[in-house]
């Protein structure tokens, strides 16, 4: 069973920058799709950011279109860590940000593909 612990949300104003840190424990992070999804009040669940296990401690970053040039995901699989960047934070950006993984090679997109979610931490964007 791996759990999923995210950190470093919190309150910042429109253009500036936030990171996020998903701390996993009970599995090893190399052996799984990481990704970030965001829920906004009223708001379904969408994805954010994902990485991909291409090769032997290689991994693909793909991000939605939404965020792109602003966000960055990057993982640490020796501190079995994953961080998301978030740089010209928006208003809209506002959500509770969630720590994804899937036990799967393919990429993940939908909440349906995560088997495992962290607990959530709050990012609010004030303009």
């Known amino acids: 069973q791996v759990q999923l612990v995210e950190s470093g949300g919190g309150l910042v104003q429109a253009g500036g920058s936030l990171r996020l840190s998903c701390a996993a424990s009970g599995g090893t992070l190399s052996r799984y799709v990481m990704g970030w999804f965001r829920q906004a009040p009223g708001k379904e669940r969408e994805f954010v950011a994902g990485?991909?296990?291409?090769?032997?401690?290689?991994?693909?970053?793909y991000l939605a279109d939404s965020v792109k040039g602003r966000f960055v995901i990057s993982r640490d699989d020796a501190k079995n860590t994953v961080y998301l960047q978030m740089n010209r934070l928006k208003p809209e950006d506002t959500a509770v940000y969630y720590c994804a993984a899937a036990n799967t090679r393919d990429p993940i997109r939908e909440p349906k593909q995560v088997d495992y979610w962290g607990q959530g931490t709050r990012v609010i964007v004030s303009s």
């Open positions: 990485t991909t296990w291409t090769g032997f401690r290689t991994y693909d970053a």
